[in-house]
Protein backbone atom coordinates (compact mmCIF):
# COMPACT_ATOMS: atom_id res chain seq x y z
CA UNK A 1 0.00 0.00 0.00
CA UNK A 2 1.41 3.05 -0.94
CA UNK A 3 0.74 6.44 1.17
CA UNK A 4 3.13 9.18 0.19
CA UNK A 5 2.64 12.48 0.57
CA UNK A 6 1.53 15.21 -2.41
CA UNK A 7 1.51 17.89 0.25
CA UNK A 8 4.83 19.84 0.58
CA UNK A 9 6.20 21.16 4.14
CA UNK A 10 7.95 24.18 2.44
CA UNK A 11 6.66 27.53 1.34
CA UNK A 12 3.25 26.10 3.55
CA UNK A 13 0.86 29.25 3.92
CA UNK A 14 -2.56 28.94 5.65
CA UNK A 15 -5.16 28.93 3.35
CA UNK A 16 -8.98 29.19 4.58
CA UNK A 17 -10.56 27.91 1.37
CA UNK A 18 -7.62 24.91 1.36
CA UNK A 19 -8.58 23.68 4.48
CA UNK A 20 -12.85 24.29 4.00
CA UNK A 21 -11.96 22.05 1.00
CA UNK A 22 -9.98 19.40 2.97
CA UNK A 23 -12.60 18.64 5.75
CA UNK A 24 -15.58 19.05 3.37
CA UNK A 25 -13.66 15.62 1.30
CA UNK A 26 -12.72 14.37 4.82
CA UNK A 27 -16.41 14.70 6.05
CA UNK A 28 -17.26 13.17 2.50
CA UNK A 29 -15.21 10.52 2.84
CA UNK A 30 -16.21 9.81 6.73
CA UNK A 31 -19.70 9.60 5.86
CA UNK A 32 -19.05 6.69 2.73
CA UNK A 33 -16.69 4.92 4.84
CA UNK A 34 -19.36 4.18 7.16
CA UNK A 35 -21.90 3.55 4.93
CA UNK A 36 -19.12 0.83 3.47
CA UNK A 37 -19.40 -0.92 6.59
CA UNK A 38 -22.77 -0.52 6.42
CA UNK A 39 -21.83 -3.89 3.24
CA UNK A 40 -19.24 -5.13 5.52
CA UNK A 41 -21.58 -5.85 8.84
CA UNK A 42 -24.80 -6.45 6.64
CA UNK A 43 -23.02 -9.04 4.40
CA UNK A 44 -23.72 -7.10 0.66
CA UNK A 45 -20.85 -7.53 -1.21
CA UNK A 46 -20.79 -10.50 -0.79
CA UNK A 47 -24.42 -11.13 -1.40
CA UNK A 48 -23.64 -9.23 -4.64
CA UNK A 49 -20.39 -11.02 -5.65
CA UNK A 50 -21.96 -14.29 -5.02
CA UNK A 51 -25.34 -13.42 -7.35
CA UNK A 52 -23.89 -10.31 -9.99
CA UNK A 53 -25.92 -8.06 -10.96
CA UNK A 54 -29.37 -7.42 -8.76
CA UNK A 55 -32.13 -5.30 -8.44
CA UNK A 56 -32.78 -3.54 -5.23
CA UNK A 57 -35.55 -5.96 -4.59
CA UNK A 58 -32.87 -8.65 -5.29
CA UNK A 59 -30.59 -7.23 -2.81
CA UNK A 60 -33.64 -7.22 -0.18
CA UNK A 61 -35.02 -10.47 -0.51
CA UNK A 62 -31.14 -12.75 -0.73
CA UNK A 63 -30.13 -10.44 2.18
CA UNK A 64 -32.51 -9.99 4.52
CA UNK A 65 -32.96 -6.17 4.50
CA UNK A 66 -35.76 -4.14 3.59
CA UNK A 67 -35.94 -3.29 -0.38
CA UNK A 68 -36.21 0.97 0.45
CA UNK A 69 -32.27 0.58 2.23
CA UNK A 70 -31.47 -1.13 -0.08
CA UNK A 71 -32.07 0.82 -2.88
CA UNK A 72 -30.21 3.94 -1.06
CA UNK A 73 -27.25 1.79 -0.38
CA UNK A 74 -26.95 0.80 -3.63
CA UNK A 75 -27.66 3.77 -5.39
CA UNK A 76 -25.16 5.90 -2.63
CA UNK A 77 -22.27 3.19 -3.28
CA UNK A 78 -22.86 3.19 -7.55
CA UNK A 79 -22.37 7.29 -7.04
CA UNK A 80 -19.59 7.06 -5.04
CA UNK A 81 -18.18 4.59 -7.37
CA UNK A 82 -17.62 1.19 -5.20
CA UNK A 83 -20.62 -0.53 -7.31
CA UNK A 84 -21.27 0.01 -11.13
CA UNK A 85 -24.73 -0.10 -12.66
CA UNK A 86 -25.52 -2.54 -15.71
CA UNK A 87 -27.81 -3.21 -18.43
CA UNK A 88 -30.22 -0.27 -19.89
CA UNK A 89 -31.28 2.73 -17.88
CA UNK A 90 -34.05 2.28 -15.79
CA UNK A 91 -36.35 5.06 -15.08
CA UNK A 92 -37.86 3.59 -11.81
CA UNK A 93 -34.96 2.95 -9.31
CA UNK A 94 -35.83 -0.45 -8.27
CA UNK A 95 -35.77 -1.82 -11.64
CA UNK A 96 -31.48 -0.61 -12.18
CA UNK A 97 -29.34 -3.26 -12.06
CA UNK A 98 -25.98 -3.28 -9.70
CA UNK A 99 -22.85 -4.92 -9.62
CA UNK A 100 -19.93 -5.72 -7.63
CA UNK A 101 -16.70 -5.46 -10.23
CA UNK A 102 -14.28 -8.35 -9.75
CA UNK A 103 -11.11 -5.80 -8.89
CA UNK A 104 -13.44 -4.56 -5.63
CA UNK A 105 -13.70 -7.68 -4.39
CA UNK A 106 -10.18 -7.44 -3.94
CA UNK A 107 -10.48 -4.80 -1.71
CA UNK A 108 -14.10 -5.26 0.07
CA UNK A 109 -13.90 -9.12 0.59
CA UNK A 110 -10.51 -10.79 -0.28
CA UNK A 111 -8.72 -10.82 3.15
CA UNK A 112 -5.45 -11.94 2.24
CA UNK A 113 -5.17 -9.58 -0.71
CA UNK A 114 -2.89 -7.09 -0.36
CA UNK A 115 -5.36 -4.18 -1.12
CA UNK A 116 -8.23 -5.75 1.67
CA UNK A 117 -9.35 -2.92 3.67
CA UNK A 118 -12.85 -3.57 4.41
CA UNK A 119 -11.45 -3.77 8.05
CA UNK A 120 -10.83 -0.35 8.38
CA UNK A 121 -14.08 0.90 8.35
CA UNK A 122 -15.55 -0.51 11.68
CA UNK A 123 -11.96 0.03 12.95
CA UNK A 124 -12.87 3.92 12.54
CA UNK A 125 -16.99 3.04 13.85
CA UNK A 126 -15.37 1.53 16.87
CA UNK A 127 -13.73 4.92 17.61
CA UNK A 128 -17.14 6.86 17.47
CA UNK A 129 -18.61 4.56 19.89
CA UNK A 130 -16.18 5.41 22.64
CA UNK A 131 -15.79 9.49 21.81
CA UNK A 132 -17.91 9.97 25.02
CA UNK A 133 -14.97 8.66 27.24
CA UNK A 134 -12.46 10.25 24.98
CA UNK A 135 -13.74 13.45 25.71
CA UNK A 136 -13.71 13.03 29.58
CA UNK A 137 -10.32 11.47 29.40
CA UNK A 138 -9.28 14.78 27.36
CA UNK A 139 -10.01 16.61 30.87
CA UNK A 140 -9.04 13.90 33.56
CA UNK A 141 -5.74 12.69 31.74
CA UNK A 142 -7.27 9.16 32.06
CA UNK A 143 -7.44 7.01 29.04
CA UNK A 144 -10.19 4.57 27.59
CA UNK A 145 -9.23 0.58 27.93
CA UNK A 146 -8.83 -0.65 25.02
CA UNK A 147 -11.64 -3.25 25.58
CA UNK A 148 -14.11 -0.33 25.70
CA UNK A 149 -13.14 -0.39 21.99
CA UNK A 150 -14.73 -3.72 21.23
CA UNK A 151 -14.68 -5.86 18.35
CA UNK A 152 -14.50 -3.23 15.55
CA UNK A 153 -10.98 -2.39 16.69
CA UNK A 154 -9.80 -5.60 17.54
CA UNK A 155 -11.33 -6.88 13.88
CA UNK A 156 -10.14 -3.68 12.18
CA UNK A 157 -6.59 -3.95 13.14
CA UNK A 158 -5.98 -7.39 12.96
CA UNK A 159 -8.09 -7.44 9.35
CA UNK A 160 -5.67 -4.77 8.25
CA UNK A 161 -2.41 -6.01 8.82
CA UNK A 162 -3.69 -9.54 8.12
CA UNK A 163 -2.69 -9.39 4.38
CA UNK A 164 0.70 -8.83 4.90
CA UNK A 165 1.25 -11.84 7.40
CA UNK A 166 2.12 -14.28 4.54
CA UNK A 167 5.24 -16.69 5.50
CA UNK A 168 6.89 -15.50 2.66
CA UNK A 169 6.59 -12.00 4.02
CA UNK A 170 7.77 -12.67 7.46
CA UNK A 171 10.05 -15.08 6.40
CA UNK A 172 12.24 -11.79 4.42
CA UNK A 173 11.60 -9.50 7.14
CA UNK A 174 13.40 -12.44 9.78
CA UNK A 175 16.20 -12.92 6.79
CA UNK A 176 17.14 -9.21 7.82
CA UNK A 177 18.96 -10.86 11.21
CA UNK A 178 20.83 -13.32 8.99
CA UNK A 179 22.02 -15.84 12.37
CA UNK A 180 18.74 -15.63 13.59
CA UNK A 181 17.14 -16.99 9.94
CA UNK A 182 19.81 -19.25 10.13
CA UNK A 183 18.73 -20.90 13.65
CA UNK A 184 14.89 -20.92 12.77
CA UNK A 185 15.78 -22.79 9.39
CA UNK A 186 17.89 -25.25 10.61
CA UNK A 187 15.94 -28.48 10.49
CA UNK A 188 15.64 -30.14 14.27
CA UNK A 189 18.00 -33.72 14.25
CA UNK A 190 14.76 -36.37 14.35
CA UNK A 191 15.24 -37.07 18.16
CA UNK A 192 14.05 -33.27 18.34
CA UNK A 193 11.31 -33.49 16.48
CA UNK A 194 9.87 -36.40 17.60
CA UNK A 195 10.41 -35.03 21.34
CA UNK A 196 8.80 -31.88 20.33
CA UNK A 197 5.74 -33.68 18.80
CA UNK A 198 5.42 -35.88 21.99
CA UNK A 199 4.72 -32.36 23.81
CA UNK A 200 0.62 -32.25 23.44
CA UNK A 201 -0.04 -30.79 26.86
CA UNK A 202 0.23 -26.69 26.92
CA UNK A 203 1.78 -26.45 30.48
CA UNK A 204 4.65 -29.06 29.48
CA UNK A 205 5.05 -26.91 25.80
CA UNK A 206 5.77 -23.75 27.96
CA UNK A 207 9.04 -24.84 29.12
CA UNK A 208 10.91 -26.07 26.04
CA UNK A 209 13.71 -28.79 25.57
CA UNK A 210 17.26 -28.05 24.68
CA UNK A 211 17.43 -27.65 21.18
CA UNK A 212 14.47 -26.38 20.38
CA UNK A 213 13.67 -23.39 17.92
CA UNK A 214 11.72 -20.84 19.78
CA UNK A 215 9.73 -18.03 18.78
CA UNK A 216 7.89 -15.51 20.73
CA UNK A 217 5.15 -12.75 19.33
CA UNK A 218 4.61 -10.35 21.52
CA UNK A 219 0.99 -8.50 21.06
CA UNK A 220 0.25 -10.71 18.86
CA UNK A 221 -3.85 -9.62 18.60
CA UNK A 222 -5.91 -12.19 17.01
CA UNK A 223 -2.61 -13.99 15.92
CA UNK A 224 -2.34 -13.96 12.35
CA UNK A 225 1.24 -13.03 12.83
CA UNK A 226 2.21 -15.78 14.96
CA UNK A 227 0.75 -18.05 12.84
CA UNK A 228 2.95 -16.83 9.73
CA UNK A 229 5.98 -17.31 11.83
CA UNK A 230 4.70 -20.96 12.32
CA UNK A 231 4.30 -21.42 8.62
CA UNK A 232 7.19 -19.62 8.00
CA UNK A 233 9.39 -21.34 10.14
CA UNK A 234 7.97 -25.43 10.30
CA UNK A 235 10.85 -26.31 12.64
CA UNK A 236 9.69 -23.54 15.04
CA UNK A 237 7.23 -23.44 18.06
CA UNK A 238 5.74 -20.29 18.04
CA UNK A 239 4.22 -18.42 20.62
CA UNK A 240 1.98 -15.85 20.88
CA UNK A 241 1.28 -13.28 23.87
CA UNK A 242 -1.17 -10.80 24.27
CA UNK A 243 -2.86 -9.02 27.04
CA UNK A 244 -6.31 -8.71 25.37
CA UNK A 245 -8.33 -11.85 26.47
CA UNK A 246 -10.82 -11.96 23.45
CA UNK A 247 -8.20 -11.20 21.04
CA UNK A 248 -6.04 -14.80 22.60
CA UNK A 249 -9.72 -16.39 22.35
CA UNK A 250 -10.19 -15.83 18.85
CA UNK A 251 -6.07 -16.85 18.42
CA UNK A 252 -6.41 -19.93 19.46
CA UNK A 253 -9.66 -20.75 17.16
CA UNK A 254 -7.88 -19.49 14.34
CA UNK A 255 -4.74 -21.77 15.18
CA UNK A 256 -7.05 -24.50 15.42
CA UNK A 257 -8.83 -23.56 12.25
CA UNK A 258 -5.29 -23.03 10.39
CA UNK A 259 -4.45 -27.58 11.49
CA UNK A 260 -1.39 -25.53 13.88
CA UNK A 261 -3.01 -25.96 17.46
CA UNK A 262 -0.57 -28.37 17.72
CA UNK A 263 2.68 -26.06 17.37
CA UNK A 264 1.38 -22.63 18.19
CA UNK A 265 0.22 -21.66 21.86
CA UNK A 266 -1.46 -18.23 22.63
CA UNK A 267 -0.94 -17.11 26.30
CA UNK A 268 -2.99 -13.78 27.86
CA UNK A 269 0.11 -12.52 29.62
CA UNK A 270 2.98 -10.29 29.15
CA UNK A 271 6.55 -11.13 28.58
CA UNK A 272 7.48 -11.43 32.66
CA UNK A 273 4.65 -14.36 32.54
CA UNK A 274 6.59 -16.82 30.56
CA UNK A 275 8.53 -19.45 31.57
CA UNK A 276 11.62 -19.39 28.76
CA UNK A 277 13.96 -17.77 29.87
CA UNK A 278 17.08 -18.28 27.91
CA UNK A 279 15.41 -20.21 25.37
CA UNK A 280 14.16 -17.81 23.12
CA UNK A 281 15.73 -17.55 19.52
CA UNK A 282 13.43 -14.54 18.00
CA UNK A 283 10.88 -12.14 19.67
CA UNK A 284 8.79 -10.35 17.46
CA UNK A 285 6.90 -6.89 17.88
CA UNK A 286 4.51 -6.36 15.20
CA UNK A 287 2.95 -2.85 15.45
CA UNK A 288 2.57 -2.96 19.45
CA UNK A 289 5.89 -1.91 21.61
CA UNK A 290 4.19 1.79 20.96
CA UNK A 291 0.76 0.64 22.27
CA UNK A 292 2.62 -0.65 25.25
CA UNK A 293 1.90 1.67 28.55
CA UNK A 294 5.87 0.32 29.63
CA UNK A 295 7.54 -0.52 26.43
CA UNK A 296 11.16 -0.46 28.50
CA UNK A 297 9.95 -3.33 30.84
CA UNK A 298 8.05 -5.14 27.98
CA UNK A 299 11.40 -4.98 26.29
CA UNK A 300 13.69 -5.37 29.40
CA UNK A 301 11.38 -8.74 29.86
CA UNK A 302 11.70 -10.03 26.50
CA UNK A 303 15.74 -9.71 26.21
CA UNK A 304 15.94 -12.46 29.75
CA UNK A 305 13.71 -14.97 27.37
CA UNK A 306 16.49 -14.74 24.18
CA UNK A 307 19.59 -17.05 23.87
CA UNK A 308 23.08 -15.51 23.49
CA UNK A 309 22.27 -15.39 19.63
CA UNK A 310 18.74 -14.26 20.16
CA UNK A 311 17.24 -10.96 18.51
CA UNK A 312 14.61 -8.83 19.10
CA UNK A 313 12.73 -8.07 15.48
CA UNK A 314 10.42 -4.70 16.17
CA UNK A 315 8.48 -3.06 13.35
CA UNK A 316 6.41 -0.12 13.92
CA UNK A 317 5.14 3.34 12.49
CA UNK A 318 7.09 4.55 9.40
CA UNK A 319 6.97 7.86 10.95
CA UNK A 320 9.29 10.99 9.94
CA UNK A 321 12.67 11.24 12.24
CA UNK A 322 11.31 14.69 13.00
CA UNK A 323 8.83 16.18 14.04
CA UNK A 324 7.54 18.43 11.02
CA UNK A 325 4.26 20.32 10.51
CA UNK A 326 2.55 20.22 7.93
CA UNK A 327 3.32 16.88 7.39
CA UNK A 328 3.45 13.80 5.47
CA UNK A 329 -0.03 11.41 5.12
CA UNK A 330 1.70 8.61 6.83
CA UNK A 331 2.39 11.20 10.01
CA UNK A 332 -1.28 12.38 9.46
CA UNK A 333 -2.88 9.39 9.70
CA UNK A 334 -1.15 8.09 13.15
CA UNK A 335 -1.30 10.99 14.85
CA UNK A 336 -5.04 10.85 14.04
CA UNK A 337 -4.93 7.32 15.28
CA UNK A 338 -2.95 8.25 18.21
CA UNK A 339 -5.12 10.86 19.41
CA UNK A 340 -8.23 8.69 19.12
CA UNK A 341 -7.35 5.28 20.46
CA UNK A 342 -3.46 4.35 20.82
CA UNK A 343 -2.76 6.93 23.40
CA UNK A 344 -5.81 6.69 25.32
CA UNK A 345 -5.80 2.74 25.19
CA UNK A 346 -2.20 3.12 27.05
CA UNK A 347 -2.89 6.07 29.61
CA UNK A 348 -5.86 3.56 30.56
CA UNK A 349 -3.13 0.74 31.29
CA UNK A 350 -1.41 3.55 33.26
CA UNK A 351 1.25 4.65 30.95
CA UNK A 352 4.32 4.88 31.90
CA UNK A 353 6.01 6.92 28.96
CA UNK A 354 4.42 9.54 26.92
CA UNK A 355 3.42 7.10 24.47
CA UNK A 356 1.51 7.40 21.23
CA UNK A 357 1.49 5.85 18.16
CA UNK A 358 4.10 8.12 16.55
CA UNK A 359 7.12 5.70 17.97
CA UNK A 360 9.79 7.84 15.82
CA UNK A 361 13.69 5.87 15.42
CA UNK A 362 15.65 7.99 18.50
CA UNK A 363 12.56 6.95 21.32
CA UNK A 364 12.83 3.51 19.96
CA UNK A 365 16.83 3.25 20.52
CA UNK A 366 16.33 5.14 23.99
CA UNK A 367 13.46 2.52 24.95
CA UNK A 368 16.37 -0.29 23.89
CA UNK A 369 19.14 1.44 25.35
CA UNK A 370 17.16 1.84 28.80
CA UNK A 371 16.11 -1.82 28.83
CA UNK A 372 19.71 -3.23 28.53
CA UNK A 373 20.47 -3.82 24.53
CA UNK A 374 23.18 -3.71 23.02
CA UNK A 375 22.86 -2.64 19.63
CA UNK A 376 20.01 -1.35 17.91
CA UNK A 377 19.94 -1.75 14.28
CA UNK A 378 17.57 -0.08 11.52
CA UNK A 379 17.08 -2.81 9.30
CA UNK A 380 16.86 -3.03 5.48
CA UNK A 381 13.25 -4.02 4.95
CA UNK A 382 10.92 -2.39 2.73
CA UNK A 383 7.78 -1.62 3.76
CA UNK A 384 5.51 1.76 2.71
CA UNK A 385 3.72 1.53 6.64
CA UNK A 386 6.57 0.05 8.82
CA UNK A 387 10.26 0.73 10.03
CA UNK A 388 11.99 -2.79 11.28
CA UNK A 389 14.54 -2.78 13.78
CA UNK A 390 16.78 -4.92 15.37
CA UNK A 391 17.93 -5.72 19.08
CA UNK A 392 20.68 -7.72 20.33
CA UNK A 393 21.95 -7.71 23.47
Known amino acids: MNVASD ?25 EILAVDVGVRRGLYEVLAAHGAMTPHDLAKAAGIHPRYAREWLEQQAVAGVLIVTGAAAHDGYDRRYELPAEHRRVLLDRDDPLYLATGPQFISSIAEVLPELLEAFGSGGGVPYEHY ?10 LNRPMYQPETVATWVAALPEVHRRLTERAEPAERTERTARTDRSERSAPHPGARVVVDLGCGLGWSTLAL ?5 EARVTGIDLDT ?11 EAGLGERVTFEVTDAAGLRLDGAVDL ?14 GALASVRGLLTPAGAVLVADE ?33 AKVEAGTVLRPGILRDY ?26
Open 7 to 31: RSTSGYAPDAERLAEELFTGLRSAL
Open 150 to 159: GRGTREGIAG
Open 230 to 234: ARAFP
Open 246 to 256: ASIEQARRNAA
Open 283 to 296: VTVFEALHDMADPV
Open 318 to 350: KVSEEFTAPGPDVDRLNYAFSVLHCLPATRAEG
Open 368 to 393: AHEAGYGTTRILDVDHDLWRFYGLTV
